[in-house]
């Protein structure tokens, strides 16, 4: 972290790097999981997903 940005606990291009692995079903199913453990927020949830959906 550099002055003047905030904190982030969690990068969403950490998900990004797998994001081409597996069925969609697999890659929302795995999106989930930082949703439901409040490591992504609901709108970078909504992002990376429709990002997802975006790639069918």
Known sequence: MTAGQPAVPYSTRAFDAGAGQG????????????????????????AQRQQIISGI
Do not use: F
């Not at 069925?23 to 453990?37: C, E, F, G, I």
């Open 23 to 46: 069925t969609v079903q697999d890659r929302l199913a795995r999106l989930q999981q930082p949703l439901d453990k409040g490591i992504l927020t609901e709108s970078e949830y909504q």
